[in-house]
């Protein structure tokens, strides 16, 4: 039996399209130390402290539960966003070429440099591993890796377009109605979420779950075979 190239593409897409949300809801759940959280709803994320960040990497069961996993998962999930991501520019591209091409685009750039952010998050768990007596010599050394600045400046600034261009997407699906709007509403509304709300665990969380219920329906009917529709279909309200 013959494997069509097309048909496991598309079901690549549609499977990251359910989970990419799902992993990016275990990141932000990950981060969390109970499910209390989720309801202290606070706007902004007080700002990171070497001292801080240095107590949980020297603490073995902190350091792989709180920072390490978190971060590794979201890693792991980023060639999943760049399915998701082609699997929407797929569906778009019959109605909307342009903004296809643009929102898949970006949202792949975005999320090359998001991993190239998270890889360097991930490496400085590494000065966690010092001797209990070069602790508080390397706080300074662990400030000046965490300071907003050079390549890490960059990847975090670049990162915004992995959900600029699920918006893009999103748009271009609302509008052009190939699958239902409030499918497409959900996306858009969970992307600006995460996007905003930077580092608030229990609201990013949110913004993943609102994301899960616009994607995957659509990357089951992807798995199905019922999308991509003709330009002239009209999906729902």
Known sequence: MRLDPVVALRTIAGLSLV??????????????E?????????LRHDP???????????????????YVLPHLVGYLSMPVLIGAALGLGYILYRARPWLAIVGAAMT????????????????????????????????????ALIE?????????ILTAFSLLGL????????????VPRW???????????????????NLMFIGALVTFFGMAPIGWRLIRGELPAGHDAVIGP
């Open 108 to 143: 792949c750039v975005g999320a090359v440099f998001m991993a190239g952010m998270l890889a360097m998050w991930l490496s400085f768990a590494a000065i966690g591993n010092v001797d209990n007596e070069q602790v508080a010599g390397a706080i300074p050394a662990l400030e």
């Open 34 to 42: 109970s499910p209390a959280e989720i309801l202290q709803f606070r």
């Open 167 to 178: 918006m893009v997407l999103a748009v271009g699906l609302f509008l052009s109605r190939l």
């Open 183 to 201: 499918s497409a509403a959900m996306i858009f509304i969970g992307s600006v979420m995460m996007s905003v709300f930077i580092d608030v665990d």
């Open 48 to 66: 990171y402290l070497a001292p801080d960040i240095m107590a949980a990497l020297t603490d073995p069961a902190r350091s792989q539960r709180y």
């Open 19 to 32: 989970l990419f949300p799902l992993m990016f809801m275990a990141v932000f759940a990950l981060h969390m």
């Open 148 to 156: 907003m600045q050079g390549p890490l400046l960059l990847s975090t």
